[in-house]
């Protein structure tokens, strides 16, 4: 079993190529027929690792997890809840015994995080993992408010909910995780697997619905 990294946070990523134009439609009749090159479920999982099973997964946390980052959370998670899918987050739990839970957040600093607020660790078994830790760093301050990445600042339910959707399986939809050649469609861009450095990025949206979905 290895450690597999596989996150890295809330930066504006740069790069941005030009869609790709889908194929014109024909108008025949009252008939559209068209073929769109950017399917309506662009999610990306390019490099990513899925939970070996679906079902319920429960994370644990230490009891000096700060109680200001509770909510946001357990809100990170519980997005993740879809009618459809297979899998489920439980609300986490804070206990002295966490170490007997296979999936854990941590209020920590790790030199593998970077500048990064939030960290998504996987503990690999071959194509899947089995749990791993996510870590939310104690370099910055965490609010419940619009974040500002730049200037330290990081929104809880923002951070959680993406880092979240790795342990899901998902990429980032852009550079640099994704190379699937698709457009960097409109749902991508407003995915919780987009990072943004500034506001606030909680809830899912179609793209990260359909990824769920489809992968339990
Ligand atoms: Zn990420």
């Not at 009749?29 to 999610?43: C, E, H, K, N, Q």
């Not at 503990?123 to 408010?145: E, K």
């Not at 730049?150 to 995780?177: C, I, M, Y």
Request: glycine letters at 12%; hydrophobic letters at 35%; charged letters at 15%.
């Amino acid at each position: 079993m290895s450690i597999s990294r596989i996150s890295v946070l809330p930066v504006v990523r740069g790069g941005r190529k030009a869609l790709v134009l889908g194929v014109a439609g024909t108008v025949l009749g009252t008939a559209l027929v068209g073929i769109t090159a950017s399917p309506a479920s662009a999610y990306c999982t390019s490099g990513m690792v899925k939970w070996q099973s679906s079902g319920t997964k429960s994370l644990a946390a230490n009891t000096n997890f700060p109680s200001g980052l509770r909510n946001g959370l357990k809100g990170g998670l519980t997005q993740w809840n879809r009618t459809g899918s297979g899998l489920r987050y439980a609300a986490p739990t804070y206990t002295g015994g966490w170490q007997i839970y296979t999936f854990r957040a941590s209020y920590s600093y790790s030199s593998v995080m970077g500048a990064a607020p939030g960290y998504a660790a996987t503990q690999r078994v071959g194509s899947r993992h089995t749990g791993g830790t996510l870590y939310l760093s104690n370099r910055f301050r965490w609010v419940n408010a619009s974040q500002d990445i730049s200037a330290g600042k990081a929104d809880v339910q923002t951070v959680v909910v993406h880092e979240v959707g790795h342990f899901t399986g998902l990429a980032h939809p852009w550079r640099p995780h994704c190379s699937d050649g698709t457009a960097y469609t409109a749902a991508e861009k407003a995915s919780v697997m987009t990072a943004i450095g500034t506001g606030t990025r909680r809830n899912l949206n179609s793209d990260d619905i359909a990824g769920v979905k489809a992968l339990y």
